[in-house]
């Protein structure tokens, strides 16, 4: 008798799971993200106890065929890519096959979906060892409903380590957050325990947009920033920083996009630390929220399980770019000066072509892109940089 035996599906789920499903907010993240690659623009959010008991997340998207179903729910199974070639170049938020697996073996999972807009949708749930998948009619809208149960509740090593309802809700909502902020044309509604936390639609205008930062970083944010705006080759950067004197004791109001995915990179970090240099205190920490649009193909996603890392292709440029921004913007300001008072074409750069009135530096004369430039669009849909996507709706 060998003593090598394969591991039965729900326990290689459960080691996958190690890595992408610390807490309820990591659950929060996955599904969400499944939804906005599913080309939803409303989302409902439904938590309660800070999502160990029940994760309830709805979707408008292109929703799940019946016979797709099963696949969903397991491992190595993804509509997103087929090939290294869609890897190099992805576009999708997800991409590893593995969520949905993951979560279905440490908790009571399952979806509730449409694909199409007659006929009533069926409702999926896997269960035992094998985690077999039983699927029977059920009613629902086109879209999908992903309900999670329970979270930890057969990894009990795992639930031990949950922090307080408080604290766990915390990183939930911080999810919510960034991901209201990457995706502005997207509605969010996030309940807990039954009461309304973040109800934010979707934010066309430029007004709207400033509108949902605020209600996101809170009003003083906004107030005690600069927009900015600026393009290199390929390379497009907007967003707003906070100005020197909103300086903070903890690194908390920093959000970076690359491309619509939320990113902490050192290069970034780097490049915004030595603009700062001579305006901080030492130990405060700038606020910032800025996103950066890149040729896909110039970036490499496929660093970390939870893709909260990437590796750039040309890291010097998108350093240069980061750093010469901010530091000129910052070397504008006069002691005393509010964002009022600076000149926002001084803070543009080459102007940015604001498609659909969406520019973020909104005074700067709207022109065409600089010269030699190219900036593909933002993967996922449309961030606050501008250029709605193409058509979404499919199975992608
Ligand atoms: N909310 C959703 N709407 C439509 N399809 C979904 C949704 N959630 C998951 N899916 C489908 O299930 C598949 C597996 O999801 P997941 O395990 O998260 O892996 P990945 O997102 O990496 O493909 C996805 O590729 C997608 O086809
Ligand atoms: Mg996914």
């Known amino acids: ?67 797709d179903l099963p696949l969903a ?13 869609d890897l190099e170049a992805v576009r999708t938020l997800g991409f590893r096959g593995e969520a949905l697996a993951s979560i279905g073996s440490v908790s009571r999972l399952s979806i509730t979906s449409n694909d199409s807009d007659e006929g009533p949708g069926h409702r999926a ?8 998948v039983t699927v029977t009619p059920a009613p629902h809208p086109r879209g999908t409903t992903v309900e999670v149960r329970d979270l930890f509740f057969n990894t009990p090593a795992r639930r ?52 949902r930062v605020a209600s996101v970083c809170g009003p003083a944010f906004l107030e005690q920033s600069l927009p900015l705006s600026r393009e290199a080759p390929g390379l497009r950067l907007a967003g707003w920083i906070g100005l020197p004197t909103f300086s903070r004791s903890q690194a908390d ?7 619509g995915r939320i990113v902490r990179d050192k290069v970034v970090a780097h490049a915004v630390r030595q603009a700062y240099r001579d305006v901080l205190y030492h130990g ?23 893709k909260h890392e990437v590796r750039f292709r040309e890291s010097r440029a998108v ?31 080459e102007p940015v072509p604001a498609q659909g009135g969406l520019g973020l530096a909104g005074a700067a004369a709207p022109a065409g892109p600089a010269p030699g430039s190219r ?22």
Do not use: W
């Open 253 to 259: 109001l920093q959000y970076f996009f690359v491309n």
């Open 160 to 211: 031990k380590f949950l922090r307080t309802e408080k604290t766990e809700f915390g990183h939930l909502e911080e999810v919510v957050k960034r991901l209201a902020l990457a995706r502005f044309d997207v509605a969010f509604d996030l309940r807990h325990n039954g009461r309304s936390v973040h109800r934010l639609r979707p934010a066309d205008t430029e007004a709207e947009q400033r509108r």
């Open 73 to 85: 729910l397991a491992r190595h199974a993804t509509s997103k890519i087929d090939s290294l070639d």
């Open 1 to 67: 008798m060998g003593l090598i035996h394969r591991l039965s599906p729900r326990l290689a789920n459960q080691i996958a799971a190690g890595e992408v499903v610390e807490r309820p907010a990591s659950v929060v993240k996955e599904l969400l993200e499944n939804a906005l690659d599913a080309g939803a623009d409303r989302l409902e959010i439904e938590i309660e106890g800070a999502g160990s008991r029940l994760i309830r997340i709805r979707d408008n998207g292109c929703g799940i065929g019946a016979e």
């Open 125 to 132: 749930a896997s269960e035992g060892r094998d985690q077999a």
């Open 284 to 306: 405060r920490h700038p606020a910032y929220l800025l996103y950066l649009e890149v040729d896909p193909a110039q970036v490499d996603v496929n660093v970390h399980p939870t």
């Open 375 to 396: 900036v593909p669009p933002a993967p996922g849909g449309r961030g606050p940089l501008g250029p709605p996507l193409g058509p979404q709706g499919t199975r992608n």
């Open 319 to 349: 350093h240069n770019l980061i750093y010469g921004t901010l530091h000129r913007a910052l070397a504008e300001l006069r002691p005393g000066d509010s964002p009022a008072a600076v000149p926002a074409a001084a803070l543009a750069g």
